[in-house]
């Protein structure tokens, strides 16, 4: 069972501290024979000449060259026009986005360049948390969490969540928060896990059982930004998947990351809300399941 999931990695570099703390995730990430790694780096012709930037950029990472699957590629202009338009001319499985140190106080309106690039990017982002600053150490997650949605694609994410999982022999996690319910209403919408919606549970047992992963179901009602949080630091997660939608937020300060990353010492891949056409015509690992139907 082929998962092409996390093959093709894109991380576009500025060679803060935030990116060489990054370099020990890509190492996990690049263990993997069939990952290919490309190193990208926009510079601002005004500010600096490209046979310094050059060097800068070979020199960022070294040890990557040692899996020979490793390419280097230097841009010229706005980092998030280029960024963009190198997207849409490649494909890529993940792109990788640091959480960058704060320059200044936030300003209105202000769109940070994390937040752009998966909005506009359509290709699912690797980040952490601000609070994940310090060093990061080379080790595979153990914990790797899901936070599940109702939407229609939900079953395509738990699978590359659950691959993952699998990949690192890592314990999974499925987290969800039912909304909280209408007083005048008294009564949940239908249970995903229990009662007259049996479906999604049983996908899930499914999806688990044939990727051969330990999994655990983490529920809770309430206000979803602070019960996901709550949960995630229940299931202790390493590695958190989730939709773009949940993990963006927007302010008087403009689109932002939402504070559930901010708060929780965790590693995100979260997936863009509208993938490019061309991605949803490639082979799929939820394809090669037997999946019910329901759900």
Not at 40 to 68: C, M, N, P, W
Not at 83 to 88: A, D, F, M, S, T
């Amino acid at each position: 069972m082929r998962n092409q999931f996390g093959r093709r990695l894109l991380f576009p570099t500025s060679f803060s501290d935030a990116c060489f703390r990054t370099t020990p995730v890509l190492s996990e990430w690049m263990d993997d024979p069939e990952a290919r790694l490309t190193l990208l780096h926009v510079y601002d012709t005004k500010k600096s000449s490209r046979r310094e930037i050059e060097r800068q950029l070979h020199s960022f990472f070294a040890e990557a060259d040692q899996y020979g699957r490793c390419e280097r590629i230097l841009l010229a202009g706005d980092p998030k026009t280029q960024i963009l338009e190198h997207c849409r001319r490649h494909r890529y499985d993940l792109l990788f986005l640091p959480a960058s140190e704060p320059t200044g106080f936030p300003r209105i309106g202000h769109r940070s360049l994390r937040a752009s690039l998966l909005r506009e990017g359509h290709v699912p982002v690797w980040t952490n948390s601000d609070f994940s600053r310090s060093g990061a150490k080379r080790q595979s997650p153990k914990n790797v969490a899901y936070v599940m949605t109702n939407e229609p694609n939900w079953k395509e994410h738990c699978v590359e969540a659950a691959a993952a999982a699998a990949r690192w022999n890592a314990v999974f996690h499925v987290i969800y928060v039912f909304p909280v319910p209408d007083v005048d209403d008294g009564t949940l919408a239908g249970d995903l896990f229990t009662g007259r919606d049996a479906g999604p549970l049983e996908a899930l047992r499914a999806i688990v059982s044939q990727l051969s992963v330990t999994f655990k179901v983490h529920t809770s009602t309430g206000h979803e930004r602070f019960e996901v949080r709550r949960l995630l630091k229940e299931a202790q997660a390493d590695l958190a998947f989730m939709s773009s939608s949940k993990a963006m937020t927007r302010g008087l300060f403009g689109l932002r990351m939402s504070p559930v990353l901010n708060s929780v010492q965790c590693q995100f891949v979260c997936f863009p809300d509208n993938p490019r056409p061309e991605v949803l015509e490639q082979p799929r690992l939820v394809d090669q399941l037997a999946l019910p139907d329901a759900g």
